[in-house]
């Protein structure tokens, strides 16, 4: 039930991108793997996060010659309920042919001594 909100969701989110082709949605599930681009392709990354107890998700690596990160991350909970978990949406435009990785890192941003709890990369290819 949850994964089919989370895609509906997205896939309004989608709709609202200037591209006509619907962009791709990366989960966590994908970790370490390699996706492929075209120059001006819009994708979202969603991993599952709880702001509420302080750890989020951050871009830890991303090279701004190939991508940017269009907006801030967008956080969807689950359920209603207070303290809800949910996804942690971010959205990326591909601007320039070549091979990249986007890490991500989930930490409470504050706690600058501490290591991340948790890490996310994907390998991303983009051609012409």
Same mark, same amino acid.
């Not at 309004?12 to 970790?31: D, F, L, R, W």
């Not at 303290?83 to 986007?102: D, M, N, S, V």
């Given at each position: 039930?949850?994964?089919?909100?989370? #895609?509906?969701?997205?896939?309004?989110?989608?709709?609202?991108?200037? &591209? &006509?082709?619907?962009?791709?949605i990366i989960t966590k599930e994908a970790h370490g793997q390699e996706?492929?681009?075209?120059?001006?392709d819009e994708y979202f990354v969603s991993l599952k996060g709880n702001?509420?107890?302080?750890?989020?998700?951050?871009?830890?690596?991303?090279? &701004? #010659?190939?991508?940017?990160?269009?907006?801030?991350?967008?956080?969807?909970?689950?359920?209603?309920?207070?303290?809800?978990?949910?996804?942690?949406?971010?959205?990326?435009?591909?601007?320039?042919?070549?091979? #990249?990785?986007?890490?991500?890192?989930?930490?409470?941003?504050?706690?600058?001594?501490?290591?991340?709890?948790? &890490?996310?990369?994907?390998?991303?290819?983009?051609?012409?």
């Amino acid at each position: 039930m949850l994964n089919i909100l989370i #895609t509906l969701i997205l896939v309004n989110m989608a709709s609202q991108c200037e &591209s &006509s082709q619907v962009p791709m949605i990366i989960t966590k599930e994908a970790h370490g793997q390699e996706f492929i681009f075209s120059v001006s392709d819009e994708y979202f990354v969603s991993l599952k996060g709880n702001p509420t107890t302080g750890y989020t998700w951050s871009v830890s690596q991303l090279d &701004s #010659t190939m991508l940017r990160q269009i907006g801030e991350a967008e956080f969807r909970p689950e359920s209603k309920k207070m303290g809800a978990p949910g996804q942690q949406i971010f959205r990326f435009l591909c601007l320039y042919e070549g091979q #990249t990785e986007l890490h991500f890192i989930y930490h409470r941003p504050w706690e600058k001594d501490t290591a991340p709890i948790d &890490s996310f990369y994907v390998t991303v290819v983009i051609d012409k």
